[in-house]
């Protein structure tokens, strides 16, 4: 079975400050996710990652995948209140027929 | 990106009975469903994944009989919860895609369920 680890669980941080979310996953994929919840909420697409190396930017959000090292990386840059939300990492299966999520990260930005 | 209408968005059932919900790609062909379920400030658990015209596949520990999967068009997949029981409310979210063209899957607005 395909296992995601998101760490950390919880962050809490100031406006204005850098933080990363990092996404652990076990068996081979190139097919990697970040999406954004809301309370109460379904999920907002953030990132779709497709190749080893891969490197993406929205706003204040960054993320990469590294697939020699299954690992994905979600880089927040002089956050602001707006961004607070909690985050998933999902990881596809190689044919796509499963879809895995890993905990979440409940990002809480104090003004 | 493409659209996925999950409804009903919230419902209300009385335990024993059974309640449907609906996912529907809305500008697509869904060739494959995932239904998840989320406890509160938990994450998504993958209860099961159907693909259109055969048989859903269910994760270890999900009921097959209490949760229906049927997948019978490439527009259209449902969830029945059976005989309904306050353990079973939750927020079940529904996601498409097609596993030929889509490199990603798309999700529903999520159903929130209560059993009183």
């Known amino acids: 079975e395909l296992k995601v680890e998101q760490n950390p669980l919880f962050l809490s941080m100031q406006e204005g400050k850098n933080y990363t979310i990092y996404c652990n996953y076990s068996?081979?994929?190139?097919?990697l996710y970040w999406y954004r919840q809301d309370p109460g909420k379904s999920l907002e697409s953030l990132f779709v990652?497709?190749?080893?190396?891969a490197v993406k930017q929205e706003g204040r959000l960054m993320a990469s995948l590294d697939t020699k090292a299954r690992l994905s990386t979600l880089h927040i840059t002089a956050a602001v209140h707006d961004l607070s939300a909690t985050y998933f990492c999902?990881?596809?299966?190689?044919?796509?027929?499963?879809?895995?999520f890993g905990s979440g990260t409940k990002l809480n930005v104090k003004p | 990106g493409a659209v996925v209408s999950q409804h009903p968005s919230w419902v209300i059932c009385k335990s024993g009975t059974s309640v449907k919900i609906e996912c529907r790609s809305l500008d697509f062909q869904a060739t494959t469903m995932f239904w998840y379920r989320q406890f509160p400030k938990q994450s998504l658990m993958l209860m099961a994944t159907s693909n259109e015209g055969s048989k859903a596949t269910y994760e270890q520990g999900v009921e097959k009989d209490k949760f229906l999967i049927n997948h019978a068009s490439l527009t259209l997949s449902t969830l029945t919860v059976t005989s309904a029981h306050p353990e079973d409310s939750s927020f079940y979210i529904c996601s498409a895609t097609n596993r030929g063209l889509n490199t990603e899957a798309f999700f529903g607005q999520g159903t929130r369920l209560t059993v009183v």
């Open positions: 999902a990881v596809a299966s190689y044919n796509f027929n499963k879809f895995y």
């Open positions: 068996t081979t994929s190139d097919r």
């Open positions: 990652l497709l190749s080893n190396g």
